[in-house]
Structures are given as structure tokens and as C-alpha cells.
């Protein structure tokens, strides 16, 4: 593979909640997001989720508390535990999981994406 | 667990070349480390490995190539692939990997932690 170059893959795209793939590594992805608004409660019953914020800020609700994420900061989501991400203004992220992680997890609706583009 | 921000954790150690656990998921670490000077040639028969610079300058020499990186790019090293990484000044660097990485892979000498500190 290539080097990735963080700046460069997020100028590719502009669609909120869209994840990206730009790696692939031991079973796992490295994706990139950018968010904006509310996204939907749901759980990933098999895979931890990490979220890492490289611009803007982030909320994560959970059922228990809020997690605050500005740039340079990260939190792993645990498998099994429901959250909501919230961005009150575009945030851009970078994720890192299982490739087997749907984004909407236990839930479907019109937020769920499929098949995921690389980039 | 609670949420990581990098700068603070980097805080926390002056040390070269001895990474740092500071999360855990899916059977994988995320590591930062503190890079200064030339490592050791070294290959992961089962793991790839990813390099992300957080801070200064990196550069990847494999057998057939050289990669350069910056702040905000990375670069993941297929298993089985030698590789040597040298910093000409001080670099920062997170890493995403399977636990099971020895940070000189198949080359076991003085530069080689057993065991990992978490912060």
C-alpha cells in the first residue's frame, strides 16, 4: 500500500456519516468519517469501536454519561454498549474496528450504509 | 475506559523506542512511542502494523523502498515485510497493532521491551 495522508483522503469526499475505508490491517479498517448533527442510538454486539476526532468536536452519549472528544483525543466505544454520536458542528473522525462492524450496528434504518467506499 | 488524549499521554514519557499501551480492542493495542535516531531492521511474521506520525518526521526504509511520512499520514507495514525505521529528530507516533507484537518482531537484542507499559 501507499502511505495515507489524513488531509488529503478528507478532501475527497463531503457526505456526513458516510464512513470511508483507507486501510486494512489484521481484520480490521481505518476509516474516515465526517459527521454533522445527531447520528442514532445502537450497540455493536461483537466489536469495540474506537473514535478518534482529528477536527471539530465530538459528543458520544452514552446511557450513563457523556464523553467529550476535541482534536487529538480518542474513546473506545466497548462491544455491546449503546451510544450516540453527536456533532453540533462538522466534526472529522477516524475510526478504527473490526471490518465486520455495520455502522448503525443492531439497528437498520436510512442512516445504515452497507457497502462502504475506499478511498 | 476513559478518553485518550494524545498530547497528555505523550506527557508522560521522555523515553525512545519504548512504546506505550494506551488502549485496548479487538485483540489489537494502540501503542504511542517516542522515536529518535535509526531502530533495528526487523519483520512481524503475523502482524501488520500500522505507523501513524502524530509529530515530526518518520521514514519507513523497506528492502525496495523508502517511506517518508509527516504529521497526519500513515503507513501500514504487511506482515513477513522488513522494515527500519529512523527519525533524523524527535518523532511521535501512535501505533495500531495485535497485542501479540514484540516491537522488534523476529530480532530479539537490547532494543527489545518484553513487556509494555500502559499509561
Same mark, same amino acid.
Not at 442514532?40 to 469495540?48: L, T
Given at each position: 500500500?501507499?502511505? @495515507? /495522508? +489524513?488531509? *488529503?483522503?478528507?478532501? +475527497?469526499f463531503d457526505e456526513f456519516w458516510k464512513p470511508k475505508i483507507v486501510a486494512e490491517l489484521n481484520g480490521q479498517y481505518v476509516k474516515l468519517a465526517k459527521l454533522k448533527g445527531a447520528f @442514532?442510538?445502537?450497540?455493536? *454486539?461483537? *466489536? /469495540?469501536e474506537l473514535f478518534m476526532v482529528v477536527k471539530g468536536r465530538l459528543t458520544i452519549q +452514552? &446511557? /450513563? &454519561? @457523556?464523553i467529550d472528544l476535541t482534536e487529538g483525543q480518542f474513546f473506545v466505544?466497548? &462491544?455491546g454498549v449503546d451510544h450516540l454520536p453527536v456533532a453540533e458542528e462538522e466534526c472529522h473522525v477516524m475510526l478504527f474496528e473490526p471490518k465486520t462492524v455495520l455502522n448503525t450496528g443492531n439497528v437498520k434504518n436510512e442512516r445504515t450504509v452497507e457497502t462502504l467506499e475506499r478511498l
Open positions: 500500500m501507499n502511505p @495515507v /495522508d +489524513l488531509s *488529503e483522503k478528507f478532501s +475527497l @442514532v442510538w445502537h450497540q455493536h *454486539e461483537h *466489536e /469495540d +452514552l &446511557r /450513563d &454519561r @457523556v466505544i466497548p &462491544r
